[in-house]
Nanobody, 124 residues
């Protein structure tokens, strides 16, 4: 059974930092793009960031550029999202996702596997 399990969410003050992790099991995604999405209360899910299978190609939503950094460790089957300078508008449930494609990146490729999400709350 394929699973993506996020961790690292929590409550942080404005300007603080958090590091999210996403551990994959059941299959390897070392040859697939992976990404982070988020959904705030009353809003649609939105793209945050993605990374190609080599780890050298990354994409970010404009709202997080310069503050968030995505990375992956294929040997550990783990995806990361380092979030710095957090703002109240970053408050959301953050989801890890993986694509079954072997090429591509960004928010326009299909993501077929999803985690259950981890809550990030930024207090003002």
């Amino acid at each position: 059974q394929v699973q993506l399990v996020e961790s690292g969410g929590g409550l942080v003050q404005t300007g603080g930092s958090l590091r999210l992790s996403c551990a994959a099991s059941g299959r390897t995604f070392s040859s697939n793009p992976m990404g982070w999405f988020r959904q705030a209360p009353g809003k649609e899910r939105e793209f945050v960031s993605s990374i190609g299978w080599t780890g050298t190609s990354t994409r970010y939503a404009d709202s997080v550029k310069g503050r968030f950094s995505i990375s992956r460790d294929n040997a550990k089957s783990t995806l990361y999202l380092q979030m710095n300078s957090l703002k109240p508008e970053d408050t959301a449930v953050y989801y890890c996702a993986a694509s079954s494609l072997s090429l591509g990146n960004g928010d326009r490729i299909p993501y077929n596997y999803w985690g259950q999400g981890t809550q990030v709350t930024v207090s003002s």
